[in-house]
């Protein structure tokens, strides 16, 4: 069912949307320690070292297909608020289209350069094959995660958030099955842990797309909506391409700070890849409330309702800034305990390097509270292009921290870099964010004289 967020409590509206997205996010992150936990435990630490080195680059190109799709549901966001709805089944027509030209050439590309890009990474032998064959097997399967993410962001441009997580529900329990299935059962080996990535993923997406054209109504579509609009085309560009560099660019510096973690040994690379799935959980609660006051805005945007969107806004940071003060406790005291789900107890400096990386995290976590609702907010109301500068100014932070300190203070320094993208770019998002609420409240002010 779709939902409008133009009318009734913001807190209750927000918190009511991000629900669903959190659980879906924490199922997400679950089943990825899962999938850590049965590869470090039953393949050994050079296993989860081959998973993690390339953790960098998946982000790198998953995120950025995550980024164009979650674009291309910004004006289906507004044109909803707005009740434009021919618009908006314009706007999911051709972003189909665009989706579509997207997964070939990344697939393509990825695949081609597999070889290339590990050993950019520096990615040490003592696992690089494993790597490849992990890496390989998640770039063929770029078209099913574009496709999920795309119908996923549609629904909850839409309103809906709960449809998502249920889809998303049971194709985590798939994935954990055949997680056991390719690597218990049949010995495929870190190749077994990505296909049963990619197949839950082919699962899950097809799943939602039968689902949503047959419950939603509003995606009755007549031969008018097939049409082939140039306008549409860069409305849709517009927004999706600065979202998924934004996810990239973000990505290149932490691609730069892992190849220099990866030249400091296996222990360190064992130990930032434990530490980096605590942290993906922690982070999970921003990215759902984050998401969240996006489509609040986007589709009070599309409504002309200003003073929703500064609520909506205030209720967000707050949300995020106290969850962020609250879970850095919890990472700072608990970190190195909670990383024996994926590190045997022997490997004792596996888990103090891993200790040591979550407790210098959980004093910046807060920080998190401002950056990631202010740049979703930033495009959400449409200026998707300028919050990509987030993106350089984060990467340029961790290329600095990696180039000047790494190596000086070596693992000390990785375990500080984070922080150092988060602070400088949240000082940025959160000034952009109140200029472009400005902004938008005198546009609106413009039309309505």
Not at 209 to 231: E, T, V
Not at 329 to 348: A, C, D, I, N
Request: aromatic share 12%; with cysteine; glycine share 10%.
């Amino acid at each position: 069912m779709t939902g409008s967020m133009t009318e009734g409590s913001t807190v209750k509206l927000i918190l009511k949307f991000s629900l669903p997205l959190l659980l879906g996010n924490l199922l997400q992150q679950t089943y990825n320690m899962i999938d850590s936990a049965i590869v470090g435990q039953l393949l050994g630490v050079s296993a989860l070292s081959s998973v993690g080195a390339s953790s960098s680059v998946q982000f790198l190109v998953l995120g950025f297909c995550m980024g164009i799709c979650a674009g291309f549901s910004v004006p289906v966001a507004k044109h909803f608020g707005a009740q434009k709805f021919a618009r908006l089944r314009e706007c999911i027509f051709h972003s189909f289209i665009l989706t579509g030209i997207f997964a070939v050439v990344l697939t393509l590309a990825t695949t081609l350069l597999c070889h290339s890009i590990l050993r950019l990474m520096s990615t040490p032998e003592t696992f690089y094959d494993g790597a490849y064959k992990y890496l390989f097997i998640l770039f063929l399967g770029i078209p099913f995660s574009l496709f999920y993410n795309l119908v996923a962001g549609i629904m909850r441009a839409l309103g809906d958030s709960r449809t998502p997580f249920i889809f998303l529900a049971v194709s985590t329990v798939l994935n954990i099955f055949l997680d056991l299935l390719f690597i218990a059962v049949i010995p495929l080996g870190v190749s077994g842990a990505a296909l049963a990535t990619i197949t839950a993923q082919c699962v899950s997406g097809i799943s939602c797309y039968i689902y949503a054209r047959k419950r939603y109504d509003i995606l009755n579509f007549n031969k008018d909506d097939f049409k082939i609009k140039l306008s549409v085309f860069r409305e849709l560009i517009i927004m999706g391409v600065p979202m998924g560099l934004q996810f990239s660019i973000t990505a290149i510096g932490t691609m730069v700070m892992q190849r220099a973690n990866n030249g400091l040994g296996d222990v360190y690379v064992s130990g930032f890849t434990a530490g980096s799935k605590i942290k993906q959980l922690a982070m999970c609660p921003f990215d759902a409330v984050a998401t969240g006051v996006s489509v609040f805005c986007g589709q009070n945007l599309g409504a002309k309702k200003t003073d929703r969107i500064r609520r909506g806004i205030f209720t967000g940071v707050s949300l995020g800034v106290g969850y962020g003060a609250l879970i850095g406790l919890v990472l700072m005291f608990f970190g190195q305990t909670l990383t024996l789900m994926f590190v045997k107890p022997e490997e004792t400096e596996v888990l103090s390097a891993a200790g040591r990386y979550l407790f210098r995290l959980g004093m910046f976590y807060w920080v998190l509270g401002i950056l990631n609702i202010c740049r979703m907010t930033i495009q959400g109301l449409g200026y998707s292009s300028i919050a990509i500068f987030s993106g350089f100014i984060e990467m340029a932070a961790r290329i600095g921290m990696c180039m000047f300190f790494v190596p000086k203070y070596r693992f000390d320094a990785i375990c500080f870099t984070d922080q150092s993208a988060w602070v400088t770019a949240a000082v940025y998002c959160a000034v952009v964010c109140a200029w472009c609420v400005r902004r938008v409240n005198n546009q609106i002010k413009k039309e309505e004289k």
